[in-house]
């Protein structure tokens, strides 16, 4: 009787972590030493307006109580950020990395595929960002489709869109404002566009990414950071009560 509810318990939380994965793009990982978070950020990054129904995307209203959550969960330790992204909405890609950026716990990166457009700054937010050998990032301005004005103010608007994305990303990696503007101006590379492709040697070297690496390495130092946190927690002098 008892093997049987321990195995209804196990397909329970079995079926529980699978929908998790298909509706959120996240599950949650436990060792014998830590508990981790593990969020991929795949496709398009689908900001204010709903994108085609063909295209693989990530939704931002799904992944910002996900951080949150890991955020405020006593019980999970670290993020691990997965990306393979074309990139996408660039106000809605720049939410997502400023609340990694922003969170006190434990984060790690690691770009699998491409980390392109949008998705440099996500890459980047981590508190340590690793690269895959055959990964590559895109580098370039900012770009928009449709109907727009002709006039000074709209390109103004565009430049300090750039600014924003530049100066996130200058703040949180190694690169230079002006190497990083330099690479995004780029005329001699891409065919009928402006920017910069980046493998994962080419990316440590620039210093857009930390480290390169895959899987195993991202985990290795996801759990040396959650042990020193925990040190030093640890190592807080705890307030003694006050004696009447």
Known sequence: MQETDEAEEENEDLSDRQKQIREGGAVVTKNRK????????????????????????TKYEHVIPQIVSV?????????????????GDVEAGLAIAELVAGMRKPTVSLVLGGGHSIG????????????APSASMTIHP????????????TLEYFQRMQDRITNFVTANSGISYERFMQL????????????TVLDGDEAVAEG?????????????????????????????????????
């Open 142 to 153: 900012v770009r928009m489709s449709g109907l727009m004005l002709g006039v000074p103010q």
């Open 71 to 87: 955020e405020e969960d006593p019980n999970i330790d670290g993020l691990l950020m997965i990306l393979n992204t074309v990139g």
């Open 184 to 195: 995004a101006m780029n005329t001699q590379e891409l065919v009928m566009d402006v920017g």
């Open 120 to 131: 440099v700054p996500l890459a980047v937010a981590a508190k340590h960002s690793f690269i």
């Open 34 to 57: 830590h508990t981790i978070q593990c969020l991929t950020v795949i496709g398009q990054i689908e900001g204010h307006y709903v994108a085609p129904s063909q295209n693989k995307t």
């Open 208 to 244: 857009l990414i930390d480290t390169l690496g895959s899987l195993h390495d991202a985990m290795d130092c996801l759990d040396k950071m959650i042990a020193a946190e925990k040190n030093k927690q640890r190592a807080k002098p705890r307030k003694g009560k006050k004696s009447l």
